[in-house]
């Protein structure tokens, strides 16, 4: 039969994930891939797995196997309102619901909110996950300027004065793909425009707790929280694969969230949430997280000294104290597409940064490259044939 | 800030689910509830999730918490791939996906292919789920004609000779509110119909593997391959809250589901799908499948029972070999959502059958009764009070 026809509308604007195709290239054995975007398999607590699984089936039996609240396991919702707290964002565990991964909540926050053509500021570039849980709900896009200090304010208060925009999506702290992170000053500035405007902010953190230098700063939600919705996961701090997000958000949303995913998945493994909860109960995470810094920092360290090394004048890196990302921008005209076929000749993997960009034209020149997933040696080598390759793309 | 405008369109036609809030009013002690749609704890198999859980560990260690595919854990699939040929469905592991409950492939399906206004044929009653998959895509539903054999093949006809339908969704074995089981003659007449008008048949089968009498029927799946996406979970066999659907879809439709589902939730719990691979591919199924039958049959038989027992003249219960619910149409003039309080006050709860409907006037005098959740002897007595609660309305 023709299938062609049974196809949405809205599909027009869903494509495939373009990482995801690169990922699929990269995975040829020689090539060292900073393209990926994952999280180390050894930042895994996997001397604790057997001893949590132990504990669930002793502590909750048959009910972590049974249907559950689409809002999510109360006793992880318990752990997790404690962790906010620590955060300084408020939320009573009945005011704190569970999803499928961050990805859950972002296409929820989106088929609640846009009607096709209902425009979202974005920074540029942005999160291309974000991208892909918004496009088939057909919003048009309003990118927004950022420099080294995150999300220019005056960027958003043009944005805001010149457009009627259903939310703002940022995220903040360490920025996928820039590694970038808001100043508080900025934080603040960014908190009175949007109560100002009355807009809502979708605040989008999965990284914060990666860092490896410098102060924490605060998140939007705590200066708006009326404003905010936070969303955060246990992929970067647990397992990514138990698919376990969060997030915290005004009564209004939150109702109609819990009533969105109902349709989607009706609530999200009831088992995995009870793992996560006793991994939080159990203090594992306070233990853990500085085992995962260990294996992360020197892991930036030596890209951050390799690039500084090894580029050819004209290339900069944006700083970054923590996450998974760092961001190179070439000199003007260079393009990072064209260098992309004779990287994977020297043997590394990147994903050119015009990806992240909801504008075509945009970050032609720029590049992601990922540290969690090779040793501080293999980075360097890495990056050493990645500046062999600009070199001789360059001659 | 007034939250209020930022709801899409789409919000007009999601509303929460009826059922739902019936159940939390009957989680009130001292009621029977016959009104709830899940598995009994009793029927997971508790006594080897340790063991599971322990080889899952051993044999795909960090794996089994990493990202992985969209399309689905590769041992699950093949596991799956082979459940599916001994129902006479031919699918490769490559060809079987795994989604986030049988819910997860539902919406995906109507995010594929609903565009406002298209219109989506469904019998009358149908499973409440879902039409929260397919609502917030805003289609038009048909409703078409049911009887004690299932559909009835003439309204089917009729339908896609009157309508532009974009696909039939039904429940042929066990349904969903009703028991009912589509006759194998009428799946050839179906088969033979959706391949001559060329339309798609979302076919979901989640309670076939529980049969208490009589002998299977193939899936329609089997008769029409080219037409029927084939939706399955392991919900009702092996555990509910470890979220675990799966479907078998002709490629182009494959393809694009598993484009939907990375803008929904990136993929599904891999720890999950890998527990699930262990209990098929260790035989589990085999021999757990026959200890949930041996726990369901005579609770439906006892209700089966009870009904014939207490009901009044003119109550009749439509004809049931498997699945956890039996269908109860009173005669002409009664209403079940009146009796609903009085059923209540006498201590047992059920859905009045209404609310599978999608026309606001049919079904009044119908209604759903669970037998899963409560051991014969409570059935019996829960039997007897509705009884008792009907002829005390009739006075």
Redesign the interface.
């Known amino acids: ?4 026809h ?6 027009n604007l ?4 373009a990482i ?1 195709e690169i990922l699929k290239v990269v995975a040829n054995p020689g090539i060292i891939s900073l393209a990926g975007g ?2 180390s ?2 930042s ?1 607590p ?1 001397d604790i ?2 001893e949590l ?2 504990k669930v ?1 002793k502590k909750y ?8 609240l689409t809002e999510g396991f109360l006793p992880l919702r318990e752990q997790l309102s404690i962790l906010l707290e620590q955060k300084g964002i408020h939320a009573l565990p009945d005011a704190v619901n569970i999803t ?2 961050s ?2 909540v972002l ?1 929820a926050i989106a ?5 096709k053509g ?1 425009k979202i500021a974005l920074e540029a570039p942005t999160y291309l ?1 974000a991208l ?2 918004f ?3 057909e919003p048009d896009y309003i990118r927004m300027d950022m420099d080294d200090e995150g999300l220019v304010p005056d960027s958003l208060e043009h944005t805001l004065q010149t457009h009627d925009i ?2 703002i999506y940022l995220v903040p702290t360490f920025q996928n793909p820039t590694g970038r992170t808001l100043t508080l000053e900025r934080r603040r500035k960014i908190a009175e425009i949007i109560q100002r405007h ?1 807009v ?1 902010l979708v605040e989008d953190d999965p990284y914060s707790a990666l860092r490896y230098k410098g102060d924490p700063v605060p998140a939007i939600k705590t200066l708006a929280p ?2 905010v919705v936070y969303i955060s996961t246990l ?1 970067k701090v647990f ?5 376990i997000g969060f997030y915290a958000a ?1 009564k ?2 939150r109702e ?1 969230l819990v ?2 995913k ?11 949430q009870a793992l996560a909860a006793e991994y939080l109960e159990g203090g594992y995470l306070s233990t853990h997280l500085p085992r995962i810094i260990d294996l992360y920092n020197p892991r930036q360290k030596a890209m951050q000294d390799a690039l500084n090394r090894f580029l050819p004048k004209g290339f900069t890196c944006a700083p970054s104290d923590g996450g998974m990302f760092l961001w190179v921008t070439g000199p003007k005209g260079f393009k990072a597409l064209s260098l992309y076929d004779k990287a994977i000749e020297n043997g590394v993997a990147f994903v050119p940064g015009q990806f992240f960009y909801t504008n075509p034209e945009e970050g032609l020149e720029t590049m992601r490259l990922n540290y969690t997933m090779a040793d501080e040696a293999t980075i360097e080598i890495a990056v050493e044939k990645l500046a062999t390759a600009i070199h001789s793309i360059q001659k």
């Open positions: 039969m023709d299938y062609q049974l196809l949405a509308d809205r599909t869903m494509q495939a994930n995801r994952i999280p398999p050894d895994f996997m797995i057997q699984s132990d089936l039996k048959s009910n972590a196997f049974q249907y559950d499928s991964g990805q859950g296409d088929k609640l909110t846009i009607s209902d996950g892909s849980a496009n088939p709900y259903k939310f009355n809502l009326d404003h992929s397992a990514p694969g138990l698919r005004p209004f949303i109609w009533l969105v109902q349709g989607v998945d009706l609530h999200t493994s009831t088992f995995n």
